[in-house]
Each structure stands twice: as structure tokens, then as C-alpha cells.
């Protein structure tokens, strides 16, 4: 069968850096760190206070008082990055078949503070038996952000939320493209959300020594690809990307950003955290993305890296690319938005897929910050290009963004500039 092409047509965004999509490219661009001092709950006996927090949200800005009672904050993130996408898209217009417009949204945890808050509620409570929130399981469920995304929209096409932790987001706009492209839905609204700065979050990633601890200085403990780096900073947000099935869109005069080239999936089988120390897994997920989209290594132009800063992910990453594009890896650009963004954990692909689309339609690539000089790791190769610390203008064709994520799951997306 002929495979449909698809496109990119709605970009929504709430994150640490920006409230809306145009602010968090803008604010990538400038370099930003979203990283500050915890203001979620009172971290003063853990390990890490710091997180990159989304700022200056108020719910009550965007849900009345009953619709706040059924939703988990991850789902009010993803509410809003959606509904953005959808308006940016005009894809709630008339004429729109809705029995062919889909939700694939992803949560690598899902409704963690309503766990949180019930568990609390039940201990203090266990003498009078148990009581539970009729709320408490919609909420937490980390499918429930694409269920509350297609009620509020009538959207009745394929419908469900992807769970492979880091990767999750990645996960879903592959799946998004694989379901356009075989033409069981016209446009799906793809994308991810977590709310995870929470005292579960925190202390739990704290135990396994994966969060960065440098409290005196926030703004820089992110720092991927720096010998110094000692952890991932945490955070929380949504992003949501309009993918609509070419002919759809040129039909209802929509704005096109860019075309999916491809997507690939693959696991590490490994390790129940930490990534193949040769990138095997990584390796294997981009040499899959590339032969899907029917391209050549030298076809990439820039990298948006998993980069998370993590002291052994950054190195494996880094070798698996050498290993993939060869020479042609030292003329690509790479950089990680997550040393600006932090750690979304099962929003971070939907995230970094946005920003490389916008990299695309303005051909620059954002920085990796926080490096200073002398400050290499001897494992890591600088004569790859990390773009550290300033954006860098250059002519983008392509671009291709990595996730990886804990239980070795790994995706990866290909967005290519859209032509006639």
C-alpha cells in the first residue's frame, strides 16, 4: 500500500522555560536555564532542592472548580499544550471529521501527586477504614490526559497513551505518524505531560543517585557533556504537536512547520536504568529511524541529543552517534535543550520534538549551556560539534531527536524540512 505523507501543523508547549510554545523556542534560543529552588513542597531534607518547575501556572486560570477535582496536575499541563496545538493547528474548525482525529498523549509516571496525596490520606486515616477519592484512580492514570484531551474536543479517533518512560513521548508521536501515514486517522494530536517534582519524584530519583545535588547553583546543574556533570536536573511541563496527513492539511489551507521523515523503536535489553555503556540500543534505534525514512546518515544536519547529564548516559549516546554517521557525525550540529529545559521524563521527546521543528523552519540550532572551559570529561569527544552554550545559524534539512528511557526503551523521531 502507498504510505501517506505527514506533517506538522499545531505546536503547543508549557515548560520551564515558557508558557507557550513561542516563548519556550525564543527563550531555548537565548540559552535560559528553568532550573530554581523547588516550590512544589518544602525539600529541605532531601538531597536535591532544586528542579526546573513550570512558572507562573495557575489553574484556576484555565479550569473551573469541578473540572480542577478530576484532574492531576500532569493532566492540566497536558490539557493546555494540547489545546494550544489544536488552536495553532485550526483543527476544532468546521468541515474537520472528528471521527478521523485522534489523542496519542504519553505520561512516563502520570497522576504521581494524586498517588501521593491519597496515600497520605489513607495512613492518616486507616483507623476508619478505607476511603478513597472517587477520583483517585482517573486521576492518576497515565492514559487519562488523551481521554480528558479527546472529551474536550470530540475527537474520536484512535485514542490512547504510550508508557515507555523517558522515551514515552517520543513513543507516541512515532506512533502518531505510523497511524496517519497507514491512514487510519486524518490528524492526531500527539505529544506528552509529567508533573513529577513532587516528594515521591524527587526522593525516589534521589535514592538511585540520578538527580544532580549542585544546590548552590541551579541554573548551571545541568550541564550534559561536561566533565563535571552529576546528574539530571528534574522537570515538568507538556508539549503537543499537531500531526496531520498532508493531503488533509493542504485541503483545509492549513500552516505546515515541517514533514515526519521517519521514526524507529528499539530496546537496550540491558539494563533497568542505565543505557548500554557502547550504546547498542542507541545505535540500533537511529540506524531503524534512518531506514524508515529512507535517508542516508549524511542527510542529518543537527542532533537534538537525550543528553540528560547523566555521568554514563552522555558518554553512550555520544559513542553510538560516532558509530551511526561515521565521519559525518563531527559535521552535524548536537546539542541537548534539557541542560535549558531539564529532565521532563515522559514529555522530554515531545518537547525536543518541537523545538527541532522549530530549528528547522528557522534553520539554528539550540545550545547545550553550562559548559565551561576545562571542563571536559576525557571519555567524551569535543571535536563533535555540541553547540555549547550559543545558538548556532546553519542550514537545516534535517533533524533527528533521541530519547531513551528507563527498561531500555528507546525512540526516535526524523522531522525534515516540508517541500511542495
Known sequence: MELKRVVVTGLGALTPIGNDAKTTWENALKGVSGAGPITHFDCSQFKTQFA????NFNPADHFDRKKMRQLDLYAMYALVAADEAIG???LDSEGVDKNRVGVIFAAGIGGLH??????GYYAQHVEQGPKYNPFFIPKMIADIAAGHISINHEFRGPNFGTVSACASSNNALVDAFNYIRLGY???IVAGGAEAAVFPAGVGGFNSMRALSTRNEDPATASRPFSGSRDGFVIGEGAAALVLEEYEHAKARGAHIYAEVAGGGLSADAYHITATHPDGLGACLVMENALRDAGMKPEDIDYINLHGTSTPVGDISEAKAIKQVFGDHAYKM?????KSMTGHLLGAAGALEALLSVRALTDDIVPPTINHE???EDPEVDYNLNFTFNEAQKRPINAVLSNTFGFGGHNACLILKKFKE
Do not use: P, Y
Request: glycine letters at 8%; charged letters at 40%.
Open 88 to 90: 495553532d493547528a485550526g
Open 333 to 337: 550540529n548536537l546539542s541537548s535543550t
Open 373 to 375: 572551559e576545562g571542563d
Open 185 to 187: 486517522a486524518d490528524a
Open 114 to 119: 494524586t498517588f501521593e496525596e491519597e496515600a
Open 52 to 55: 526546573c518547575e513550570v512558572k
